[in-house]
């Protein structure tokens, strides 16, 4: 009986001993993947936080580059941080220590609000006009000191004239002396010496006022061809800046592409006094680089200002197949400037058809059309508004074909209006290069809306966060391309001088 009770215990301990283990294993097996499970969820939280932070940083770099252009209100604080910008970001550090240096041209009495890129070119421009005002005062000062150059020579030349009225008197006085009072000899004599040290003083005198207003002739004309370098120097860079194009930039960016490709929305609005009707070009955001050499892919209209900073608009000339309307694509016109109208202004007749007759009512009524204002070709005083953004010249007549001095004074009046326009800056282009691009955002490739358009026609496209330079999935309205494809692609032909 005893060794079976012992035999009963054996077999317990060592069942449970089985048990113990079992129970061993199992707690590692849990323990060994729920630590595995922790690790991954730390994992996924890192790569979020990453992202995040990703994102916080573009947001940040977008906001700074907004207030560069004059976007957003920049304070005196966020300029100094431009200086020694650190995001990790070596490309938008070195724009921002750029920008921060560019900022510095602007003078003490312009406020914080003011110095960003957007105003640089009116600082210039009020520069450049202060430049010409300076030029005309010292010409002015210039003209006092040769007018009083020519009354000092003419006083000179009054003594002269007196000095030998004086000569002759004594040389009388000395005869009838000799005649009379022979005996007072010696006397006339000294009287003689005496006229002779007068005479030769007053000629000494003559010479020394001869000599200065010399001097003073060489010393004027010299400043005035200080002056004249001075005016030619600053006239070819005025040429160089406004008319070498490097004023001219993108206005805005495609937003968003809505329903079919048809219908855009881009980063400009009410802030920005955009108003309905304005044209822009569509140009890939890979080519504003140098924008004189880009090309327009489409055509977009607004239609709707719906925010400080976001429009909706129509597309009136299709891109092609091979490059379609993409978020990040930029905008032009050069009809139209954030806040202020662009003007235009014509010279002479314009003949745009070849049939002897001008086309001016025409052409300023496309111009109209597109948001612009047209502008005199000269003032009175034969200057130029500096603010006027192209010269639209039309071909110069022939001679030789009829009436040869009409043609004449046309030509000469067409070469005056270009040299006003040289001198104040303005660019000078072709009507035929105008009409080109007047062509391009022609409104009869427009698709109507009126008021039987609906609004879930024109929903948001979805996009998943990221801009692809070829999408796969095209809309039908490119795989059609029914015709109101984009044909003038050249946006050299407006941006390029004559």
Same mark, same amino acid.
């Given at each position: 009986?005893?060794?079976?009770?012992?035999?009963?215990?054996?077999?317990?301990?060592?069942?449970?001993?089985?048990?113990? @283990?079992?129970?061993?294993?199992?707690?590692?097996?849990?323990?060994?993947?729920?630590?595995?499970?922790?690790?991954?969820?730390?994992?996924?939280?890192?790569?979020?936080?990453?992202?995040?932070?990703?994102?916080?940083?573009?947001?940040? /770099?977008?906001?700074?580059?907004?207030?560069?252009?004059?976007? $957003?209100?920049?304070?005196? +604080?966020?300029?100094?941080?431009?200086?020694?910008?650190?995001?990790?970001?070596?490309?938008?550090?070195?724009?921002?220590?750029?920008?921060?240096?560019?900022?510095?041209?602007?003078?003490?009495?312009?406020?914080?609000?003011?110095?960003?890129?957007?105003?640089?070119?009116?600082?210039?421009?009020?520069?450049?006009?202060?430049?010409?005002?300076?030029?005309?005062?010292?010409?002015?000062?210039?003209?006092?000191?040769?007018?009083?150059?020519?009354?000092?020579?003419?006083?000179?030349?009054?003594?002269?004239?007196?000095?030998?009225?004086?000569?002759?008197?004594?040389?009388?006085?000395?005869? %009838?002396?000799?005649?009379?009072?022979?005996?007072? /000899?010696?006397?006339?004599?000294?009287?003689? $010496?005496?006229?002779? +040290?007068?005479?030769?003083?007053?000629?000494?005198?003559?010479?020394?006022?001869?000599?200065?207003?010399?001097?003073?002739?060489?010393?004027?004309?010299?400043?005035?061809?200080?002056?004249?370098?001075?005016?030619?120097?600053?006239? =070819?860079?005025?040429?160089?800046?406004?008319?070498?194009?490097?004023? $001219?930039?993108?206005?805005?960016?495609?937003?968003?592409?809505?329903?079919?490709?048809?219908?855009?929305?881009?980063?400009?609005?009410?802030?920005?006094?955009?108003?309905?009707?304005?044209?822009?070009?569509?140009?890939?955001?890979? $080519?504003?680089?140098? =924008?004189?050499?880009?090309?327009?892919?489409?055509?977009?209209?607004?239609?709707?200002?719906?925010?400080?900073? =976001?429009?909706?608009?129509?597309?009136?000339?299709?891109?092609?197949?091979?490059?379609?309307?993409?978020?990040?694509?930029?905008?032009?016109?050069?009809?139209?400037?954030?806040? /202020?109208?662009?003007?235009?202004?014509?010279?002479?007749?314009?003949?745009? +058809?070849? %049939?002897?007759?001008?086309?001016?009512?025409?052409?300023?009524?496309?111009?109209?059309?597109?948001?612009?204002?047209?502008?005199?070709?000269?003032?009175?005083?034969?200057?130029?508004?500096?603010? @006027?953004?192209?010269?639209?010249?039309?071909?110069?007549?022939?001679?030789?074909?009829?009436?040869?001095?009409?043609?004449?004074?046309?030509?000469?009046?067409?070469?005056?209006?270009?040299?006003?326009?040289?001198?104040?800056?303005?660019?000078?282009?072709?009507?035929?290069?105008?009409?080109?691009?007047?062509?391009?955002?022609?409104?009869?490739?427009?698709?109507?809306?009126?008021?039987?358009? /609906?609004?879930?026609?024109?929903?948001?496209?979805?996009?998943?966060?990221?801009?692809?330079?070829?999408?796969? %999935? =095209?809309?039908?309205?490119?795989?059609?391309?029914?015709?109101?494809?984009?044909?003038?692609?050249?946006?050299?032909?407006?941006?390029?001088?004559?």
């Amino acid at each position: 009986m005893a060794a079976r009770d012992d035999s009963v215990i054996r077999g317990s301990l060592i069942t449970c001993l089985i048990l113990l @283990v079992l129970s061993l294993a199992l707690n590692f097996i849990l323990w060994s993947w729920g630590s595995g499970q922790a690790g991954a969820q730390a994992k996924v939280k890192d790569s979020l936080n990453n992202a995040q932070n990703g994102l916080r940083d573009a947001q940040t /770099r977008n906001d700074q580059l907004m207030k560069m252009l004059g976007g $957003e209100q920049m304070t005196q +604080d966020e300029l100094n941080a431009f200086k020694e910008m650190n995001s990790g970001d070596a490309q938008f550090d070195t724009i921002a220590q750029q920008f921060f240096k560019d900022m510095q041209i602007y003078g003490q009495d312009v406020g914080i609000q003011d110095r960003h890129y957007g105003k640089l070119a009116d600082y210039f421009t009020d520069i450049i006009r202060d430049r010409n005002a300076q030029y005309s005062t010292a010409r002015d000062e210039a003209s006092k000191i040769r007018t009083q150059a020519e009354t000092d020579v003419n006083a000179a030349r009054a003594a002269q004239q007196k000095a030998e009225q004086e000569r002759e008197s004594l040389a009388k006085q000395l005869d %009838d002396e000799r005649a009379q009072f022979a005996a007072a /000899r010696n006397d006339m004599v000294t009287q003689m $010496e005496r006229a002779k +040290d007068s005479k030769r003083k007053s000629e000494l005198a003559l010479q020394e006022l001869q000599q200065q207003s010399r001097n003073d002739k060489q010393l004027l004309t010299n400043q005035i061809a200080n002056l004249e370098t001075t005016i030619d120097a600053q006239k =070819l860079e005025l040429n160089r800046i406004r008319g070498g194009g490097q004023f $001219e930039q993108v206005q805005g960016e495609i937003r968003y592409v809505l329903k079919d490709g048809n219908i855009v929305s881009i980063n400009l609005g009410s802030a920005d006094a955009l108003r309905r009707g304005v044209t822009f070009g569509v140009i890939d955001r890979d $080519e504003t680089d140098r =924008l004189q050499d880009a090309k327009v892919k489409a055509s977009i209209q607004v239609t709707r200002v719906l925010g400080p900073h =976001l429009a909706e608009a129509r597309v009136i000339a299709e891109p092609e197949i091979s490059s379609p309307i993409i978020e990040g694509d930029a905008v032009y016109s050069p009809f139209w400037a954030p806040g /202020r109208t662009v003007k235009i202004a014509l010279a002479g007749p314009i003949d745009l +058809d070849d %049939d002897d007759k001008p086309d001016n009512e025409q052409l300023e009524g496309m111009i109209k059309a597109a948001g612009a204002e047209l502008a005199d070709n000269g003032d009175k005083s034969g200057r130029i508004d500096p603010s @006027v953004r192209f010269l639209v010249v039309g071909e110069p007549p022939k001679i030789g074909t009829g009436d040869d001095a009409r043609a004449t004074a046309a030509i000469e009046e067409l070469g005056r209006a270009k040299e006003r326009a040289n001198q104040a800056g303005v660019t000078v282009i072709p009507a035929w290069k105008l009409q080109a691009f007047l062509r391009s955002i022609d409104d009869t490739l427009t698709q109507p809306l009126g008021s039987a358009a /609906r609004s879930e026609d024109n929903r948001p496209r979805s996009v998943d966060g990221s801009v692809r330079r070829r999408p796969t %999935d =095209l809309p039908s309205i490119f795989t059609d391309q029914r015709g109101r494809v984009q044909r003038n692609k050249a946006l050299s032909d407006i941006l390029s001088p004559q």
